[in-house]
């Protein structure tokens, strides 16, 4: 047998094969069985506990470049808390926060969910770690027009809320910084909100001794967090579907690597 061959594939032969396994679960997942974390099930257990006609901040603080990893979990716990009848209200301490608020609330108005009363997005607010101190202290007196150029006082979800402790939680879905640290160190140990946070995996661990001390009450890290949390609903989404891609994607490459050195160790012993 030439083993050469098999030491040098053609790399658009790789390349078909790679887009294929990847793309594949994404139309039709695989359903590739998720272990689910006792974080995730935490996570999902403080949500589900919330009681309709409440409301929660997410604050979304992260850039197109982190979305691929964090805006997966905003997604899934938007999901849970709209079927819940819980509402959301959305501030952003980075400047395209704003825009990931609206991407989450477009799909929920195409199925007649009302703008003010099931959701509002509050804009972003600039000034980072000073801004996040202001706002949980004093959120009305912060923002007085929404992001759609509302008056913040004409919307019936913000009825009843003076600082963020009027919230059944916060939620800082967060790429870096101003993010999970601000909000630790400005309001939750000022004012002992219910925080929780979701952060890109490169995150997850600047932010356990937060989660140890109980000062982040649950944490999704990353995609896979998002997709953990859609698991514990019972309700696979697109991050399971994504997590489907990224582990046959994974295999198949390990496969190569195998073929690769398997024909390179061969070939040798041949001659």
Request: with cysteine; charged share 20%.
């Amino acid at each position: 047998m030439d083993w050469k061959k098999l030491q040098n594939i053609d790399r658009r032969i790789i390349y078909i094969l790679l887009i294929l396994a990847t793309a594949i679960p994404m139309i039709k997942p695989l359903g590739i069985p998720i272990s689910t974390s006792a974080q995730a099930e935490k996570f999902f257990n403080i949500m589900d506990a919330i009681p309709a006609g409440e409301k929660v901040l997410f604050s979304l603080d992260y850039a197109p470049s982190g979305a691929p990893d964090v805006h997966p979990s905003a997604m899934a716990v938007m999901r849970h808390l709209m079927d819940k009848g819980v509402g959301v209200v959305f501030i952003a301490f980075w400047d395209a926060g704003p825009m990931f608020g609206e991407q989450l609330i477009k799909s929920y108005e195409e199925q007649g969910f009302e703008y003010g009363v099931h959701f509002a997005n509050l804009g972003y607010l600039p000034g980072g770690e000073s801004a996040i101190k202001r706002f949980g202290e004093d959120v009305v007196g912060q923002v007085s027009r929404d992001f759609r150029n509302n008056p913040v006082s004409s919307l019936p979800i913000m009825q009843g809320i003076k600082d963020t402790r009027d919230f059944a939680a916060v939620i800082d879905f967060s790429a870096g910084n101003p993010g999970i640290q601000e909000w630790v160190r400005q309001v939750q140990g000022t004012l002992d909100i219910n925080f929780l946070a979701a952060c890109v995996t490169v995150s997850v661990p600047q932010t356990m001794p937060f989660v140890n001390a109980g000062q982040v009450k649950a944490l999704l890290g990353g995609m896979r967090g998002a997709a953990e949390y859609e698991t514990v609903m019972g309700k696979p989404g697109p991050s399971v579907a994504k997590m489907d891609a990224q582990s046959l994607g994974h295999l198949l490459i390990i496969a190569f690597i195998i073929v690769g050195n398997v024909a390179f160790f061969l070939d040798k012993k041949a001659k």
